[in-house]
């Protein structure tokens, strides 16, 4: 597997606790989350402004929640195993990363184009690429292992073939391939 054995599903759990603490330190801290090094590094080589977050700004609390209803809406589905819910939805959030990253790049709204929303964006297409990267390969995987179990069954030339061939067929019908 890619990134030396990690699957998809570990890191979908990584972004989730990255996103869960996002949401918590907004809360608990928002000065040391505008003040992380990286992300006044980020800043600075793009020539974005710096944000500060004050403790008592009632945005915190939306950008918290924010956080964390991304945090679960993506929970849920890994959860359930659902692999083809992520195999649709990171490359879409990818494209839409990057296109946020590049109006972030060269737009001058201050609403946008500022450390924290670059820096949140720089850290999901990272974690999105590493995702869609495992993803690709344990598809890899899965189709290889599908490939010789009918490569098995059709020089066994018994029932067996036949009902792979179905379910094959079946699986194909149902995610629209």
């Known amino acids: 597997m890619a990134f030396s054995g ?5 890191l ?3 972004r989730i606790c990255f996103l869960l603490s996002c ?18 590094l980020l800043a600075g080589s793009f020539k974005l402004p710096l944000v500060n977050l004050e403790p008592q700004d009632p945005r915190n609390g939306v950008i918290s929640l924010f956080l964390l209803m991304l945090a679960v809406s993506d929970l849920v589905p890994l959860l359930e195993s659902n692999v083809q819910y992520f195999e649709s939805v990171v490359p879409t959030r990818v494209l839409i ?3 946020l ?14 450390s924290l929303v670059f820096g949140y964006v720089f850290m999901e297409i990272w974690f999105s690429l590493m995702i869609f990267s495992s993803l690709r390969d344990e598809k890899f995987q899965r189709m290889k292992k599908l490939s010789e179990k ?3 069954a059709e020089e066994e ?9 179905h379910d094959v067929h079946e699986r194909s019908e149902q995610s629209g391939l």
Do not use: H, W
Request: hydrophobic content about 40%; some cysteine; aromatic content about 18%.
């Open 6 to 10: 990690l699957s998809s599903q570990t």
């Open 12 to 14: 979908n759990y990584a």
């Open 23 to 40: 949401a918590f330190f907004v809360l608990k801290d928002p000065t040391a989350v505008c003040r992380y090094s990286m992300l006044v």
């Open 97 to 99: 990363l990057f296109t």
């Open 101 to 114: 990253a590049g109006f972030c790049y060269f737009s001058s709204s201050i609403y946008v184009a500022n």
């Open 150 to 152: 009918i490569q098995t």
């Open 157 to 165: 030339d018994d029932d067996e073939y036949q009902r792979i061939v």
